[in-house]
């Protein structure tokens, strides 16, 4: 005999909008007692609003599961790639690579040009650090106690650290991922845009932190 697939129990609570609002729900009270609780907003507990809102705006358990498919499917590349990434900032990390690079800038620096060279080697160490807090950390401290030591402006080169990093994003472009995934498009539809702005950035931010300096 054959068995309905429509009218299994997993099928039904797959599109069941009462079991939707009723997770939905479960996650809307635990936010009320986090804050209720003395609790601050932070990126762990957006991400879990963002998931609980989907939840519910999507009716469906089925619906959810699909968008969600959906949307990985457009950046499928990137998250592949996020783990490599992440082994690639360890090692540059602890093999000292990222020293190694600041370390050169510094040498030729003066405390006019050292956020000049802060910028630059950013940009080149973004390639294999794409993270603004991951960045930051890798080459952030070595770069401040370079400024100390030879005395540049500490403000200078930390804004310089930053906007290197902000400038590669325009080759690395993950910022706009959720933007891609809403119209459907591919990373290579884009790249040639973004590109071009980085060359016209790349001037803006030299001519900026040279006059700054």
């Given at each position: 005999m054959d068995i309905d697939e429509s009218n299994t129990l997993a099928n039904r609570l797959n599109n069941s909008?009462?079991?939707?609002?009723?997770?939905?729900a479960i996650g809307v009270v635990y936010v009320v007692l986090y804050f209720h609780g003395g609790g601050s907003m932070d990126l762990n507990l957006i991400n879990f609003i963002i998931v609980f809102l989907g939840i519910i705006l999507l009716g469906t358990p089925i619906r959810y599961v699909e968008k969600l498919n959906e949307g990985i499917r457009t950046?499928?590349?990137?998250?592949l790639q996020y783990p490599f990434y992440a082994g690639?900032?360890?090692i540059m990390a602890s093999s000292g690579l990222v020293n190694t690079f600041s370390h050169f800038f510094v040498k030729?620096?003066?405390p006019a040009t050292l956020?000049?060279?802060?910028l630059i080697s950013s940009f080149f160490i973004n390639f294999f650090a794409p993270s603004g807090g991951g960045h930051w950390v890798i080459q952030g401290p070595f770069m401040i106690e370079a400024a100390k030591s030879i005395g540049a402006s500490v403000g200078h080169t930390a804004t310089a650290v930053m906007l290197g990093n902000a400038w590669n994003d325009l080759v690395q472009p993950f910022w706009i991922l959720p933007a891609l995934a809403l119209s459907k498009l591919k990373l290579k539809d884009i790249m040639g845009y973004t590109v071009i702005m980085m060359f016209w950035i790349g001037i803006v931010y030299t001519v900026a932190i040279l006059a700054w300096a």
């Open positions: 909008r009462l079991l939707s609002y009723l997770i939905g950046i499928s590349g990137i998250i690639i900032m360890a030729i620096a003066t956020p000049f060279w802060g």
